[in-house]
């Protein structure tokens, strides 16, 4: 075991101490003067940033006009210029709001662990415990390689089946990227459409599997596994300091691993928006056809992809005459019904259990998708 | 001193496992590392988000990566964050 340092001991131990303590300040209790000066810093250089992104925001469009037509020079109204145009404006909008976004998200986060999301619904009966967990769904830390361990910590220490499933449901669908993408892209009344729907169809469905009685297509070692206790971790002491670095990570982290789908994504709807016809998609994706809605699901679900690869697309079918309810009915499919997340879940739940859940979600999505294309 | 990498294979999991390997090696532990991948047995520890990292037998943190620094920081302070 390596010894203990001790921070204050002096002497030889002084130069490796102050690399100690300069690697703990977050945790330190009182505010020294550096340390204070240090937080007006960040606030500073919290505003500046905030200033640059906001002036980058701005100065996008004409930016974009100027690569196409000046250093590009493609003549003006050529299907690649306005594919061009499209790619240089949304691509640096597109990261900058998600970049922003996942911060605020990470911080918020780092208030809601799922330790504390279950205790809240350990014990909570079905339709109240089916709205909050849809709901917490929404701000909990969640991803599909988890889902095992979480349905098992759930079931186990009492939270009702449908429950964790509007849980499971919700987190995945109602995600916040989707959430602040729409906001961005479309404007509040698409991203309210989004949220709204989301938690009813986790609502809803895990309210009809919890009524549904399925608990014994539940594998057998699931419900023999000691019930959870209180988290070992202390998450929620954290400093502030802690917090934002949550907010950091969570950065690096998402915006690390979906750029490259983004810019897949902006790059697809370029091409969409440059050379499919004004209004093609209204045939093939419009109101009228009847069929586009379930069609947008059977391809939806196999597709996995995240929010952030799939809204620009979504953006671009938007543009050329699709309905809004199909378009959401795909997107819904793409992102909340995945393929891999169901296969890892087999390792929990047997095959009907998780038809059903499939099932469920699937018809949900249809129905938003058709009442969409009803009322809009 | 026995530290384990709780995880089904994910990519994070993998990405936990080298900055584990790292702190570790920059430390001159004598350590062992012990990758856990059957559900059965991760969920022995009564975590509720994978990756988690273990050490002598306590949860230092599930749901996410820390970095080779905050790895180094737990296996110097034990009982500490």
Not at chain 1, 7 to 18: D, N, R
Not at chain 1, 174 to 179: I, K, Q, T
Not at chain 2, 13 to 33: D, F, P, R, W
Request: proline share 5%.
């Amino acid at each position: 075991m390596w010894p203990r340092r001790h921070v204050l001991s002096g002497g030889e131990e002084a130069v490796e101490s102050k690399e100690v303590t300069s690697s703990v300040h977050g945790d330190v209790a009182p505010v020294s003067h550096s340390m204070r000066l240090r937080r007006v810093g960040q606030v500073m250089i919290l505003f500046i940033g905030t200033a640059a992104l906001w002036f980058i925001y701005r100065s996008l469009e004409p930016f974009a006009q100027w690569v196409t037509y000046s250093i590009l020079a493609i003549p003006a109204g050529r299907h690649l210029a306005s594919a061009v145009e499209f790619f240089v404006y949304e691509a640096p909008k597109v990261l900058m709001l998600l970049t922003v976004v996942v911060f605020g998200v990470g911080i918020v986060r780092s208030f809601f662990t799922p330790e504390r999301t279950r205790r809240i619904l350990a014990g909570r009966r079905e339709a109240a415990g089916n709205v909050l967990a849809s709901l917490l769904g929404v701000v909990t830390p969640f991803c599909s390689c988890s889902a095992v361990p979480l349905f098992i910590g759930f079931v186990t220490t009492g939270v009702p089946l449908g429950v964790t499933f509007s849980f499971l449901i919700s987190a995945p669908m109602v995600n916040e990227v989707a959430l602040v993408l729409l906001f961005g892209l479309f404007g509040w009344k698409v991203a309210a459409i989004y949220l709204g729907t989301g938690l009813a169809i986790a609502m809803t469905a895990g309210w009809i599997i919890g009524r549904l009685k399925l608990e014994r297509w539940v594998e057998d070692w699931v419900l023999q596994t000691p019930a959870g206790t209180a988290s070992a971790l202390g998450e929620a002491g954290m400093t502030w300091a802690e917090r934002i670095r949550r907010g950091r990570d969570a950065v690096k982290d998402i915006v690390g691993k979906v750029w490259p789908y983004l810019l897949g994504g902006i790059a697809v709807g370029a091409g969409i928006h440059g050379y499919v016809p004004q209004n093609f998609m209204a045939a093939i994706m419009g109101k009228g056809a009847w069929w586009s809605v379930p069609l947008a699901v059977v391809i939806g679900v196999p597709m996995y992809s995240n929010a952030a690869g799939i809204i620009p697309v979504v953006q671009a079918l938007l543009g050329k005459g699709a309905a809004l309810g199909t378009v959401l009915a795909f997107m819904m499919s793409v992102i909340g019904l995945s393929l891999p997340e169901m296969i890892i879940l087999r390792k929990v739940l047997k095959v009907p259990l998780i038809a059903t859940f499939a099932g469920v979600v699937a018809l949900g999505i249809l129905v938003v998708g058709y009442v969409f294309n009803m009322v809009m | 001193m026995k530290i384990q990498i709780l995880g089904t294979g994910c990519a994070k999991c993998k990405t936990l496992t080298a900055h584990a390997e790292k702190a570790v090696q920059e430390l001159a532990l004598e350590a062992e590392i012990e990758k856990v991948t059957a559900i059965q047995d991760i969920m022995k520890f009564q975590i509720l988000m994978t990756p988690g990292l273990v050490i002598d037998g306590q949860v230092k943190a599930a749901g996410r990566v820390p970095s080779t620094e905050e790895i180094k920081r737990m296996l110097v302070a034990p009982g500490g964050k």
